[in-house]
């Protein structure tokens, strides 16, 4: 037999360890604050606001 076994990489990630309901609001809050964080920026710091948004909304 040769190989790893089924299932062996799959990794436990963060919704794993402090629930889904969590993870969410963490990773909304952390979106919150990158987004204050570029506040003094015009709008060519769009892409990374919208970066940002994309990370948190997205499913895969």
Not at 9 to 25: H, I, M, S, T, Y
Not at 28 to 55: V, W
């Amino acid at each position: 037999k040769t190989g790893k076994p089924v299932g062996a990489d799959v990794k436990k990630g963060f919704p794993f360890l402090v629930g889904l309901e969590k993870a969410e609001k963490l990773a909304g809050d952390e979106k919150n604050k990158a987004i204050a964080a570029l506040s003094g920026f015009d709008a060519k710091a769009d892409i990374l606001r919208e970066i940002a948004a994309y990370a948190v909304r997205r499913n895969k």
